[in-house]
């Protein structure tokens, strides 16, 4: 489950998005789906405050996972696809190489987040 540019919705209270993803991930777990939850990456055509936005709803996301208590996985996946934006000194940018259209990844970074899953699932024992 990829959160996307999508879940961040301006002017969304973050108790109505944690009640949002809570209540999804509650359908999944009760159909006897384990989510594996990918945070919603970097956008190069975000403003700052987009940006920021963006990262509080993650941290957030991360709240919400956490509190189920049913082991669900979650990546954030700035470090691998993320480059440091100078006007905010964090990644809030899609790496050069990635960037399709400022939102989208390039086949490149698909493969490289395709890998990323392989060596967490297949490389350390299997799917959770």
Sequence with gaps: ML?????????????????????ILDQLLNLGIKPIVLL?????VSTDIQADGRRTRNASAITTIVNKNAGIKYY?????????????????????SFNA????????????IAKMLNEKFVRNGGLL
Excluded: C, M, W
């Design 3 to 23: 959160l996307g540019t999508n879940d961040i919705v301006p002017n969304t209270d973050d108790a109505v998005y944690q009640t949002s993803l809570s209540n």
């Design 40 to 44: 919603t990456p970097p956008t190069t």
């Design 76 to 96: 954030d996946l700035d470090e691998l696809v993320g480059q440091i934006r100078v006007s905010t000194g964090e990644k809030d940018d899609i790496k050069t």
């Design 101 to 112: 259209d400022g939102v989208h990844f390039t086949v490149h970074g698909n493969e490289a």
